[in-house]
């Protein structure tokens, strides 16, 4: 890390601030360096911060600050200060709001990780005697004494315990140079020294198919070489990637190297790490939103002091200064859950490979489904390809098979078709699990008063409440507000005629407790997996076939594998498709065929095969048959197509300005101002505003820009100058969404 001679720094301050400012600090003998982690009074407060640099020299030396602490700790690594600036510009936010992602728990940096130690400074036990500057106290006399016998530095709490003495004699005595006061840092957590990892060298599963083992060997040159190449690892699901990347983190171990490895929260399972477990025989370092500060600050502080070997986390992982990386793996690379959509709104998967190119280290890609845009950038050459094309444990692929509603049409208030009750039917005489997919939570997505039409509507939200019958309440999925079931209608008064439309998961779970009143249900939603524990618990009955029927939305379709699940049922194969946005139709893709890799993952033989039922009104839809044929690549090629045609992602580029207020009118003010002095581009297209999808959210009016050019266009500096042109009112909020996920 480059040092800095001079006595005046430049410091990125932790806050909503982009420039660095200028402090001083006290002549040390080997100066600073950037990346640094600092305590700097700041206003009133104290805040931390980086140095970035050497400080200007405009500020008058008596009217600069001065640098309060510089923390022990190694600096931030300069790939991780180039994320923080390229993040920054990238999403159009401050750089000091991306540091302070970075530095956190900023309590791993501010509370102490350093125990204080106490030495003795004399050679002989006559130069104690000859002290004659101070007068030496009996307590004084004690402490002198028992340092020089212990012969080596003393933890304060042993020194206190030992002589009974106070902590300000102590401190009296440091400054009075009569002891020796020093600090020695707490062992940070690691997951390498508790398994002695030195020792372990690992073998190479020798079981790999030539596929894997061309994949891993592709991917073991660049980690030696420490070669940033982009690695797509595309396989079925089943086909072995897990094993594969695997395979290349006990290279980068071997290699004396840290690992990180992004998965969306909700793959993150106990059966990932148990998985993992078995194959490295010790623990990774998991970091998701729900551990505790405590784990986050042992594991932030053994990324930086690189004591961590494998670091696994959810998407703000990205965000650990790692010092010595050596490979990162992102997978389910498609999933949206890597797009932050509130606070700093970045992508996990875009930056890591940024992250991973600034560490000069390859990054691997791993999906089943890829994005669009991953797949664009493979076939361009930007990514090297790897693929899996077989299940890894040889099973064949299931059968898909449409089921068309407008012919098979379940009874009026049921939703499953006769002929998927005959298949369920089969598999339950056989003792073998079905699975019913259904992306939606609850019992009923709408609920209306047959007598005056009323939609049951949300307070606070412009959307329908959710009926969850189970716990007799109607629910908004989006800001939580939540009331109980009525039979009652607000506006009309009439009694008796509240209907529940459409289906949720435990509507199916009634269905088909009419249906097979025998059979053993679980449904997987988050309303009903709220704990960890229920849900390993559900998991290893699932397992373990102690289940006969499962009835799951989103959470289900990824990663797990259920050695007895033979069938897979989607309830509805076009919710998802008409949802209009960029991605609807890429999305209700990736996850259908997610959901269908659930099934028959460990068939024997083509008699064993696993099926999969769409039901579907729409069986003439591209999605459907690409899916019905198995034929990804055929609707990638389509999508692209369609994408080029109207220059949109990966071909243009995209961004979004959100704005929000509590007051309409003070909002419509603002929306029309700034179209007023929307910038004219030829490359440049502006459409808005307009009332967004979702215009009444949490209590607040919305409005969108969508702002869409060529790719040669500076998105970035269009927005910046486009917005700094005027102020934005208080009162109203403006976030800026660069490569939008959601378009709500
Ligand atoms: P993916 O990540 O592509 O879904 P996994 O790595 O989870 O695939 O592998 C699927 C299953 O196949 C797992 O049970 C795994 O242990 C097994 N497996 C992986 N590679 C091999 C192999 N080379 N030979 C036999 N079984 C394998
Ligand atoms: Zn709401």
């Keep these: ?111 102490t990780q350093y125990r ?83 020792k372990i060298k690992f073998e190479i599963n020798k079981l790999l198919n030539p596929e894997q083992k061309n994949a891993v060997e592709k991917i073991n040159v660049s980690i030696k070489k420490k070669k940033p190449d982009c690695f797509l690892l595309d396989g079925v699901p089943g086909s072995g990637k897990t094993e594969t990347y695997f395979q290349t983190v006990k290279t980068c171990l071997d290699e004396g190297k840290q690992i990180l490895i992004l998965l969306p929260e909700i793959s993150l399972t106990p059966d990932w790490e148990k998985r993992f477990y078995q194959t490295f025989s010790f623990a990774p370092l998991v970091w998701h939103s729900g551990i505790t500060k405590t784990k986050k600050k042992q594991i932030w502080l053994s990324a930086l002091n690189s004591s961590a070997g494998v670091i696994v986390g959810a998407r703000s992982a990205l965000m650990l200064p790692i010092l010595n990386l050596g490979l990162i793996i992102v997978d389910e690379e498609h999933d949206p859950a890597f797009k932050q959509e509130e606070g700093v709104r970045y992508n996990a998967r875009d930056m890591a490979i940024y992250k991973a190119i600034r560490s000069s280290v390859p990054i691997v890609l791993a999906s089943a489904t890829p994005s669009l845009e991953t797949y664009h950038n493979m076939k361009i050459g930007k990514y090297i390809h790897l693929t899996l094309p077989k299940r890894a444990t040889g099973a064949a692929l299931p059968d898909i098979k449409l089921i068309d509603l407008k ?184 996850l259908l065929q997610q959901v269908s890799g659930r099934s028959g993952r460990h068939a024997i033989d083509e008699r064993d095969k696993g099926v999969v039922f769409l039901q579907t009104y729409d069986n003439e839809n591209p999605i459907i048959r690409a899916i019905a044929k198995n034929n990804r690549d055929d609707f990638f090629e389509k999508e692209l197509s369609s994408r080029k045609n109207a220059n949109m992602p990966p071909y243009g580029r995209l961004a979004a300005i959100i704005i929000s207020s509590k007051y309409e009118r003070k909002l419509d003010g603002f929306a029309s101002e700034l179209l007023r002095v929307a910038p004219l581009f030829k490359n440049v297209k502006i459409f808005g505003p307009a009332p967004a999808p979702l215009y009444f959210l949490r209590g607040k ?37 660069i490569d939008p996920f959601s378009f709500m």
């Excluded at 459409?502 to 407790?513: F, L, S």
């Design 701 to 737: 009016y919305r409005r969108r820009f969508l702002i869409k050019s060529n790719k040669t266009v500076n998105i970035q500096d269009v927005l910046l100058n486009w917005t700094n042109k005027i102020k934005t009112p208080h009162n109203v909020k403006l976030t800026i969404d």
């Design 407 to 590: 012919v098979n049409t379940p009874d009026r208030g049921k939703w499953i078709s006769s002929v998927l009750t005959n298949e369920i039917k089969s598999k339950l005489d056989n003792r073998e699990q079905s699975l019913l997919f259904l992306n939606r939570r609850g019992y009923a997505p709408l609920t209306i008063c047959n007598s005056c039409g009323n939609k049951i509507k949300c307070v606070n939200c412009e959307t329908w409440l959710v009926e969850h019958r189970s716990q007799n309440t109607l629910v908004c999925h989006h800001c939580g507000y939540t009331k109980r079931i009525s039979n009652t209608c607000d506006i009309c008064g009439t009694e008796g005629r509240i209907k529940a439309c459409g289906p949720g998961v435990e509507r199916i779970e009634e269905e088909i407790n009419q249906l097979f009143p025998k059979a053993k249900l679980t449904v997987l939603s988050s309303d009903t997996m709220k704990s960890q524990k229920t849900l390993v618990k559900t998991l290893e009955k699932i397992k373990n076939n102690k289940v006969d029927i499962i009835i799951g939305t989103q959470m289900i379709a990824k990663g797990h594998d259920f050695p007895d699940l033979k069938l897979v049922g989607i309830i509805d194969s076009d919710v998802g498709l008409s949802g209009g946005d960029l991605r609807a139709s890429e999305r209700s893709f990736q």
């Design 116 to 198: 204080k130690v106490y030495k003795s400074k004399f050679q002989d036990s006559d130069e104690i005697e000859a002290i004659n500057e101070y007068k030496i106290t009996s307590k004084r006399k004690l402490i002198l004494d028992f340092l020089f016998k212990s012969k080596q530095a003393v933890f304060q709490e042993d020194l206190i315990d030992n002589t009974g003495v106070s902590k300000s004699i102590l401190k009296d005595m440091t400054k009075k140079n009569l002891i020796v006061q020093e600090f020695v840092k707490k062992q940070a957590y690691s997951n390498l020294k508790v398994h002695n990892y030195n």
């Design 1 to 111: 890390m480059k040092n800095i001679k001079s006595n005046e720094v430049a410091v990125l301050v932790s806050g909503p601030f982009n420039e660095p400012f200028d402090y001083s600090v006290e002549s040390i003998k080997d100066g600073v360096c950037v990346g640094q982690v600092v305590l700097v009074p700041f206003g009133k407060r104290k805040n931390v911060g980086i140095i970035v640099g050497e400080g200007t020299r405009t500020i008058p030396k008596e009217k600069l600050k001065r640098i309060e602490e510089i923390y022990e700790i190694n600096p931030i690594p300069q790939p991780s200060i180039e994320l923080i600036n390229f993040l920054a510009n990238w999403y159009c936010v401050c750089k000091g709001l991306v540091l302070k992602m970075v530095l956190s728990p900023v309590e791993a940096i501010t509370s």
